[in-house]
């Protein structure tokens, strides 16, 4: 079956802007996590959603991140004003439901602020 | 709060050497953990993974980890490397009952000279 896809695979911006960064879960995966890799640092967590219950916002790291998963699936990560501090690779994945299953992870996006 | 450190963010070992990469966690109550492997312009994908139960835990590709209580250790061994194995490995904790996040090494990477 189909993984986690991310979309686009590349986002170039300049300072200033606003980008939406697109992550389509496993179909049937409950819970969907947003973390972002930075050269040397591992894995930051972001955010992640489970069902309907409010989101864990914990590791986001300014009020210029937010996202959203409309109807269960699809979630979109905005960063609002970007910051050259902002490019990374935004990785996002899906699990059945938490925290003991496996997570599964999309491509990610390669985000560069100029 | 929970924290991985992975010491080594590079390891070099030969073919048909044995593989160890270290993994060390704090948290304050018992832990998950993770082992996921990121080959070179890839997504990550799980290794293995310990939740309760036999603390000695067999993955893919002839990998195992052993959860080590005292040690607050679950170091990944292989017993001969393989020059596929050459990828960068995340060492990740989470909680059991607290929050559903993963807390994530900042990687090894592991090269494997023929």
């Known amino acids: 079956g189909a993984g986690v896809s991310q979309s686009p695979s590349n986002k170039v911006t300049e300072k200033g802007k606003d980008v939406e960064l697109r992550c389509d879960p496993i179909s049937g995966h409950t819970a969907l996590y947003w973390y972002r890799q930075s050269l040397g640092q591992g894995l930051e967590f972001l955010i992640y959603f489970q069902g309907n219950s409010a989101p864990d916002k914990s590791g986001l790291p300014s009020d210029r991140f937010s996202a959203e998963r409309t109807g269960g699936s699809v979630s979109t990560l905005t960063i609002q004003r970007t910051q050259q501090e902002d490019s990374a690779v935004y990785l996002c994945a899906s699990s059945l439901q938490g925290a003991t299953d496996t997570q599964y992870f999309g491509p990610g996006t390669r985000l560069t602020v100029l | 709060a929970q924290s991985v450190t992975q010491l080594g963010s590079h390891v070099s070992v030969s073919e048909g050497a044995l593989v160890l990469l270290r993994c060390n966690y704090s948290s304050s109550v018992p832990p998950y953990l993770f082992w996921y492997v990121q080959y070179p312009n890839q997504g990550l994908q799980l290794l293995l993974k310990?939740?309760?139960?036999?603390?000695l835990v067999k993955g893919i590709n002839g990998f195992e980890a052993e959860f080590k209580k005292s040690e607050t250790s679950f170091h990944l061994t292989k017993p001969s490397a393989h020059m596929s194995d050459a990828a960068e490995y995340f060492c990740a904790v989470g909680d059991q009952g607290g929050s559903e996040k993963l807390v994530f090494g900042k990687g090894t990477k592991l090269t494997v000279n023929p």
């Open positions: 310990y939740t309760t139960g036999a603390t």
